[in-house]
């Protein structure tokens, strides 16, 4: 080796001795944190610990503060720094480490900056074309709390130094997959981090194309607002909406890791408390039950159990007999629709009317006077059972899952009250089996929970939150003052979070607890993914759970499944807010390499659907490989190949995706036949199951996952389902290192794929 470079490797071994000691401080830094931070937990516990009841709660709300930070802490331990940035001299603090969280020293100089900070957006923005005020990013790669390298990019020519960059983001994308999904916070790209920053105000819209990150974006993006504006959103809640159970289960170890808990996590058919939507549906009817004119037949079917009788009622009151004629209900009946309240609010002005109007002709029957004896006629004729019945009749009490009960289930009343669906839509919603609630049911139980109001009146609910809130508050201040006064207490404990910890740890439990259970939370920001995928009833829900409007909305219109899904966002939008909506684009795709790309770019070319497929970031190493299978029910063959291509240990996951759950070659046959054939614990018991080396699942349980190695089977079958091109484009997105394609059935247009050689 000659001089220079041994002065090269030198000066590199240098530098990363220097970072590794500097990383090992704020190591002992945050060790030093979470020492202090356990001593004034156990404080909080020895404060009053013999106190009364009440001031055990105290505590105890003031321990649960100390406790999430302790977690905070320990949460970061994982690459707690994992950049450094060089800014021009001259600039404040031109040296930035960057990292998970913020600390600072005792005298509290800024020893590290939280990624989410200000101060931090330059690592993330900073390009050669644009370098703003950094001479040098610095990627710090390092295992457990050394450090084991460093990837500079210069962005200033004359900085000295290589110009690379890409070595961290690489080493990200090619590593071997858990079954989980992990954060990209040290490497986080430029076009991301302008989303991930993106003010919180409005409708704004992600579209990518598959691996661009925008789930990852999504979770980010909900760690950054929390952090940017955690007063508001820690109480009003955030709610990210995911596709499926198990994409949650995916994605469940992202925000935890960023030093966030607490965001209300749920899928559509989670939405309506009390609802559990485990029943399916055929395409045609998640098709007319996500379309807006169920809006009309919802309205209809409401009004249609606001009835008048066809004739006069007759009703025997201890032996005085008094008539209700059809237009004296028909005039409480247009009372009770002008107060313009829900079916169950309104239903008393009409209960009221009904009873005013009886009361009087009792009092004519029984010549009394109506007005001085008025309280007692009413009481008599509440009382009876005969008047109720008839009232009933006329105006019933519902609930939202009866009335779509009864539409369902009789085809006559369908008939009456949706003349605008055909008889092919008509017979798609009719079921036996009503209440088997699918998850297109649940934005119809909530319109109809709109139209018919709840028991609890929602604004005095909110008003009640509103309340409870300002004592909570107060309360909290006095709290403070008396621990602070006992030497217990910090800059970190402000009353506000006391205030929350209150309301958390009491019977009512957290806000992430109380918003999943009451329908008419408002979120203070809702994140959607695969926000292609939601019908437009949906929308109507989800603006309902968000009135303010703050959503990010992410997804791919390409990929969309569903029958009622988008197919423009412009047209999936229009109702919920016209146009007023912004829209990014993530351009580069990070999961798939180029040569498999390339056949799913073909797929939607050949299929007619006007996208642009990202631009993989990478060429990768293998090409996609044709089996070709001996027929439709060759499972032995499918079998072989799964065998050839099972990962090693620690070589990542891998995943067979069939066309359906059903027939020979469907996930549920294929899964049962590897699990005999494969050693125990290597295939996944079903399709929730993610941490199993194989897992076996059809393509729409594999949306928004990824795999090393994606075993796709038989992708005619795929291409045949609705919008089968658009699954298939999924299916081919799956794999970051392999991709094998098992085929009887000629391949489709633009798979060209060829057997191995
Ligand atoms: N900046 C980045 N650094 C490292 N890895 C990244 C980066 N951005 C995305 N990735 C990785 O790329 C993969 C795809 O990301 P993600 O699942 O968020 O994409 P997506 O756009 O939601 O895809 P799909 O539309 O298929 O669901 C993930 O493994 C993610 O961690």
New binding site residues.
């Given amino acids: 080796m000659d001089q220079p470079d041994r002065t090269r490797a030198d000066v590199d071994a240098a530098e990363l001795a220097a970072e590794d000691a500097h990383v090992g401080g704020l190591y002992a830094r945050l060790d030093a944190l979470r020492a202090q931070t356990s001593d004034q937990l156990a404080e909080v516990r020895r404060t009053k610990a013999t106190g009364t009841h009440q001031s055990r709660f105290e505590r105890d709300a003031f321990a649960t503060l100390y406790e999430d930070r302790l977690s905070q802490l320990w949460s970061v331990e994982n690459r707690l720094c994992f950049g450094r940035l060089d800014l021009r001299p001259g600039t404040p603090d031109p040296r930035r480490y960057v990292g998970r969280i913020g600390l600072a020293d005792e005298r509290g100089n800024q020893l590290l900056v939280d990624w989410r900070a200000p101060a931090a957006q330059d690592f993330y923005q900073a390009t050669a074309a644009a370098p703003r005020d950094v001479v040098r990013r610095r990627h710090l790669l390092t295992a457990g709390r050394s450090v084991t390298g460093l990837d500079d990019e210069v962005l200033v020519a004359d900085a000295g130094g290589r110009t690379t960059g890409d070595a961290a983001?690489l080493a990200?994308?090619n590593a071997p997959?858990t079954g989980r999904?992990?954060?990209?916070v040290?490497?986080?790209?430029a076009e991301?981090d302008r989303v991930i920053r993106a003010s919180e105000r409005g409708v704004l819209v992600v579209q990518?194309?598959?691996?661009?990150?925008?789930?990852?974006?999504?979770l980010h993006r909900t760690a950054y607002l929390l952090y940017t504006h955690r007063d508001r959103l820690a109480r009003s809640g955030v709610l990210l909406l995911g596709p499926s159970p198990v994409f949650l289960r995916y994605v469940e170890q992202v925000l935890p890791a960023l030093g966030e808990t607490g965001v209300v996590t749920l899928t559509l058919a989670e939405l309506f408390p009390g609802v559990v939507a485990r029943g399916s549906d055929s395409p045609a009817a998640v098709a007319v039950k996500g379309s807006l004119r169920m809006v009309d037949v919802l309205a209809a079917a409401v009004a249609e159990r606001q009835r008048v009788p066809a004739r006069t009622i007759r009703l025997d009151l201890d032996g005085t007999r008094v008539q209700l004629r059809p237009e004296q209900v028909a005039a409480a009946r247009t009372r009770a629709r002008r107060s313009r309240r829900p079916h169950n609010e309104a239903r008393v002005v009409f209960v009221r009317e009904v009873l005013q109007t009886l009361a009087n002709s009792l009092a004519r029957a029984r010549g009394v006077d109506a007005v001085e004896e008025r309280d007692d006629l009413l009481q008599e004729l509440r009382e009876s059972i005969d008047v109720r019945r008839e009232v009933n009749l006329c105006w019933m009490p519902l609930t939202p899952q009866k009335v779509l009960a009864g539409l369902y289930r009789n085809p006559d009343r369908l008939r009456a009250l949706a003349p605008d669906l055909d008889r092919r839509e008509r017979a798609a919603l009719h079921r036996d089996e009503p209440t088997a609630w699918s998850e297109a049911d649940v934005p119809l139980l909530d319109e109809l929970a709109e139209l018919l109001g709840d028991l609890d009146d929602a604004t005095s609910a909110q008003a009640r939150r509103e309340a409870e809130r300002e004592e909570q508050v107060a309360y909290a201040r006095k709290v403070l003052e008396e621990f602070e006064a006992s030497g217990v207490g910090n800059d970190y404990v402000s009353a506000e979070l006391l205030a929350d910890r209150f309301a958390t740890s009491g019977p009512v439990g957290t806000v992430a607890e109380r918003a999943a259970a009451d329908r008419t939370w408002a979120y203070g920001h809702v994140v959607v993914?695969?926000a292609q995928e939601l019908s437009a009833m949906a929308w109507r829900l989800v603006e309902r759970r968000c009135p303010n409007r703050s959503m990010t909305l992410?997804?791919?219109v390409a990929?969309t499944s569903s029958p009622a899904g988008a197919r423009s966002w412009a047209a999936a939008l229009r109702p919920l807010v016209d146009d007023r909506w912004r829209l990014e684009e993530?351009t580069?795709?990070?999961?798939t390499p180029a040569r498999i790309a390339r056949v799913a770019a073909d797929v939607l070319r050949a299929a007619g659907i006007e996208a642009t497929p990202p631009t993989p970031v990478r060429e990768g190493e293998h090409d996609p490989v044709a089996i070709p299978l001996a027929g439709p029910d060759d499972v032995a063959g499918v079998l072989a190949a799964l065998t050839a291509a099972v990962p090693g240990e620690g070589e990542g996951r891998l995943a067979v995706i069939a066309a359906e759950t059903t027939g020979p070659l469907g996930s549920d046959a294929l899964r049962a036949a590897a699990r005999t054939a494969l050693p125990a614990g290597t295939v996944a018991e079903g399709p929730d199951d993610l941490d199993a080396p194989v897992s076996v699942l059809d393509v729409h349980r594999a949306?928004?996952?990824?795999f090393d190695v994606v075993l796709l089977v038989e992708p005619a079958a795929i291409l045949r389902r609705p919008r089968g091109a658009n699954d298939l484009y999924?299916a081919l997105?799956?794999a970051?290192q392999h991709l094998l394609v098992a085929h009887a059935e000629p391949l489709p247009a633009g798979v060209r794929v060829q057997p191995a050689s």
């Fill in positions: 983001l990200a994308v997959r999904m992990g954060d990209i040290a490497t986080i790209q991301q990518g194309g598959p691996g661009t990150g925008k789930t990852a974006v999504a993914d695969e992410v997804g791919d990929q993530l580069v795709n990070y999961r949306k928004g996952l990824e999924v997105t799956r970051t």
